[in-house]
């Protein structure tokens, strides 16, 4: 028998009725003491589960080895050998060791390479990618392909600083302007007036500060001004391919095309073709002279018109649907396909923030209050309306569910109002401010793919897919 802690025949043997094992018994007493454990197993042991062994007193006669001088020499020789195999194969070891490290580190330093050069691929076929044109017809200006990824121009970015800090002084205590709609006018809201078919495949529509005039553009690339109160088109222009969204800038149309042109139309023509692919959306910063368009090449695009050219384009990580500026133009919004909705700051086109729909993002707008937004995914019956100041789910402030589907959502000024329209018709929603709640205010079977509000929120244009607008007042 051997002890199991020191390898030796015990003097004083005893067992653990826990692991069955012999031990000295000093040693395994001292060790109790401090561990109160089998040494063998680790189960909890006790002075008293030790089993004391009985055996005859034998003397341990020394090893026959190590009764001569030869002999010990011997086996120290042993020792030594034993030491010098056993260092050999530690040196061997420590070589493989060494070689599978300086492999590791070799295949580390290729893909740093690797990865080093995919992006210096990828920032050239954006570049490249940027300057492609798709059948957008002639350029009017030589630099409106010139493209500054690093933010705004600096006289742009005054302008930005400007419009925030004199619209966001005023929003929280600004009044509603006298004469404003009420509820018990929107109420009453009924067909003043309707056009025949103009342009098929009409999507959006563009109303000016007057108030008389919208545009509104099909899938033929024909983009019109129409007289509200006249009932007619005055003009016409051609935008080169089916128009996806129009704005004013001032007295000039402005409107995006299929092609991913995006055209200022008036005395002299504008063309703008940063965009490979169509421009799905445009977007008017609230000083005036900052445009925004964003498309299926995953990027948006800022440009300064009063000089007529694109100044910083943005690339994401999915296509964009939709676009919209804070109401203090100090925010960004792009709606994707993805299903989110990504706020940049315009300064810098820096990723600001994160919001999410149920699926691509089909319309987005702010309101007035500055810190609340809309926004509808494709095909859905309910609006979602978030909060800036907040994340995630927590973000969601109202869902409002309208009944069928969602094609367009407006705000109106004031923040009161928000219109909603679809195949189905147009539904017009209250919040009251005094009890935080909000009401259907009026819901008419006018169907629309795109809503405006007019001068004082007193009438509603819309067009829908056969490019028929309808004025309800």
């Not at 002084?169 to 078919?197: L, M, Y």
């Amino acid at each position: 028998m051997l002890c199991s802690i020191s390898g030796e025949a015990p003097q004083q043997p005893v067992a653990s009725s826990k692991s069955g094992n012999v031990f000295e018994k000093r040693l395994i007493e001292a060790y109790i003491d401090e561990n109160h454990k089998d040494p063998v197993n680790g189960e909890e042991l006790e002075k008293t589960d030790l089993i004391e062994l009985k055996s005859n007193r034998i003397v341990t006669p020394r090893p026959p080895t190590l009764t001569s001088i030869p002999s010990l020499l011997s086996a120290f020789q042993n020792e030594w050998d034993a030491l010098a195999l056993e260092s050999f194969t530690l040196r061997q070891q420590l070589n493989q060791t060494r070689q599978e490290l300086a492999t590791a580190l070799y295949q580390h330093d290729a893909a740093v390479r690797v990865i080093a050069r995919l992006t210096k691929e990828r920032d050239e076929a954006r570049d490249a990618l940027s300057k492609v044109t798709i059948g957008a017809g002639p350029v009017s200006n030589g630099d409106a392909m010139q493209i500054d990824s690093q933010g705004l121009p600096e006289h742009l970015v005054a302008k930005v600083d400007a419009t925030q800090e004199k619209l966001s002084k005023s929003r929280r205590k600004r009044p509603v302007p006298n004469g404003w709609v009420d509820a018990e006018t929107i109420e009453k809201f009924g067909i003043s007036s309707s056009s025949e078919p103009l342009y098929a495949g009409a999507s959006s529509v563009a109303v000016d500060e007057s108030g008389q005039l919208a545009i509104v553009g099909g899938s033929d690339g024909i983009v019109g001004v129409y007289s509200i109160p006249e009932n007619k088109v005055q003009q016409s222009f051609k935008a080169g391919a089916a128009v996806t969204d129009t704005v004013w800038y001032g007295s000039h149309p402005v409107a995006s095309s299929a092609s991913g042109a995006v055209k200022v139309f008036g005395d002299s023509e504008t063309t703008f073709t940063s965009h490979a692919g169509s421009a799905n959306g445009l977007a008017l910063h609230p000083s005036g002279d900052i445009l925004a368009s964003v498309g299926v090449d995953k990027s948006f695009v800022f440009y300064d018109l009063a000089a007529g050219k694109a100044v910083t384009q943005v690339y994401t990580d999915s296509e964009l649907t939709t676009a919209a500026f804070h109401p203090d133009g100090h925010l960004f919004a792009a709606g994707g396909a993805d299903g989110q909705i990504r706020l940049f700051h315009v300064k810098t086109g820096e990723h600001a923030a994160t919001f999410e729909l149920d699926g691509p993002v089909q319309d987005l707008t702010f309101s007035e209050n500055g810190i609340w937004f809309a926004a509808v995914a494709k095909g859905s019956t309910s609006v979602v309306i978030f909060d800036l100041r907040k994340e995630g789910k927590a973000a969601e402030a109202k869902v409002l569910e309208i009944g069928g589907q969602v094609d367009s959502i407006r705000w109106d000024y004031t923040g009161q109002y928000l219109a909603a329209s679809g195949p189905r018709g147009l539904t017009i929603s209250q919040y009251t401010k005094a009890t935080k709640s909000w009401s259907d205010v009026i819901s008419t079977a006018v169907p629309a793919t795109a809503v405006v509000w007019g001068s004082q929120a007193k009438t509603l244009v819309t067009v829908n897919g056969e490019g028929v607008i309808t004025v309800l007042g």
